[in-house]
């Protein structure tokens, strides 16, 4: 391969695309134009935030605020973990916890906000702020060097490699896209879901919902209005027992008492077919004819980006952290939202506070 010649650096704009593609350490055929570029072709920022669903926008505004320089990378869309709720969903909490930034969360007539509300309500909060997101850029591995980390990235659609450099990390990917799944025959069958988006595509169908949380409650109930055929299978010897917030409990039994959802308690699935389930519960031995099992029995963090940093995890499956900095036993690389075990919108906006302002005083200390 010969040498490639280069422009003047005015008309650096392709070349520098080029030569980032190239400038890797370890990386072969490295032209030496490339390495010679590399020092202006990263720039380092004081902090990247992974993750711009509504903890790491929070966080993000606290990072503007502080003066730091910081740059917000997602994976999917603005909010991708919400664009991936079903759609007209309503959230538990009321609009004031899901408020970020000191910026007022509107609802019409005091009612739960929607999926379709926040959306929108995150998206004006991200461009009143002009926060620096750059959505469709997934970060593949994190690289942990002496004063600093390497992030190798890829843009989508095409996977085009990019890498930025930060003197601290902030991760904020929640745990959405990792669903807990059965550990039973036919846990894989395609009839078997851990996601839904319409209750209509269950219009008039058999469904076995598997779960004991607010989820698999409020799918129980929006599938039954859709004319669904719906069972709901629980752990606890009752409805009572089970993680229900009081509102969705009363939906249920409303539901359980005309008829439109079966509860089936202490409920153990054996084994899923093509056209059915079996399981023990409290009610018997039964073998159910099902043309769909939903599975909403949580979820987990990934551990793919913290994991090879040498980032231990806890018993619950979430990365170990200072309880006060929400920095991992790796220096400067901090964890926020339902990472840091924060479960609320309310609690971890109050948390990636505390979290920004120990990003703040370790740069600026060095």
Known sequence: MGHTRYRSHRSTGRCRVVCARWAVDGLSGVPQTARRLRGKLMRQHELIIIGAGPIGLAAAIEAKRAGLDFVVLEAGALCQSLIEYPIGMRFYSPADELAIGGYPFPTPHDEKPSREMALNYYRKVASAENLPVRTYERVERIERRSDSFLLHTARLPHGTPTWYEARCVLVC??????????????????????????PIRFWRKRVLIVGSGNSAGEAAIRLADSDARVWLAVEPPTLEQCKFRPFILREILLRVEEGRITPLTETHILRILPECADLRC??????????FVLTLIGLEPDPTLLAPLGVPFGADGKPQHDPETYETVIPGLFVGGALSQDGFIYVARERVRQAIASVRERVRAE
Request: proline share 6%.
């Open 282 to 291: 409290a009610q018997g031995v039964e073998s159910l004819p099902v043309d």
């Open 173 to 198: 990917t929640g745990i959405w896209g990792k669903e807990r799944r059965l550990t039973v025959e036919g846990a894989t069958l395609p009839h078997v879901l851990t996601r839904y988006d319409e």
